[in-house]
């Protein structure tokens, strides 16, 4: 029995391995990489677009609670029915619609992008001058 969960384990593990290959193939940077073959490592415009593009994919997955959080904090007396994040939810949806859930997302971008995409470009290139390898 102790045979056959170790070699489950084992299985697993290799498994787990062979997923976490896969998805490094799946980043920007990589996929870039794997379209220019011929470049050894992406320039700084690559880097700073790659931040940009996962600074902009992680606001607009992420905004809408971030505003709702805001909004919930800023009442001074709880509203009825907009006391909880679903209620404010629904009440944004109803008032203002889908897109009041991104209100206010553009001078957002205009702070964040910017900062998250010269860390990556920071990150990638200390990493490289430290000699440190993704795999």
């Known amino acids: ?28 940077k ?21 931040g940009t593009i996962s600074s902009t994919c992680g ?8 505003l ?3 909004r919930l904090q800023a009442q001074t007396t709880p509203i ?7 209620g404010m939810v629904q009440g944004i949806i109803k008032d203002e619609g889908l897109r009041g859930l991104y209100r206010g997302i553009a001078p957002n971008f205009m702070k964040v992008a910017p900062a998250v995409s010269i ?7 200390a990493r490289s001058a430290l000699g440190v390898s993704s795999k």
């Not at 170790?6 to 593990?13: C, L």
């Not at 009825?80 to 679903?86: E, F, H, I, L």
């Open 1 to 28: 029995m102790w045979v056959q969960h170790s070699e489950r384990w084992q299985r697993r593990n290799e498994q787990q391995e062979t997923d976490d290959d896969e998805k490094e193939d799946r980043t920007l």
């Open 68 to 70: 709702i959080r805001t």
């Open 80 to 86: 009825p029915g907009r006391d909880t994040m679903a």
């Open 119 to 125: 860390s990556y470009v920071v990150y990638e290139k």
């Open 59 to 66: 606001q607009l997955a992420s905004y809408p609670l971030a």
């Open 30 to 50: 990589n996929m870039y990489l794997n379209k220019n073959k011929n470049q050894p490592n992406p320039g700084v415009m690559v880097l700073l677009a790659c």
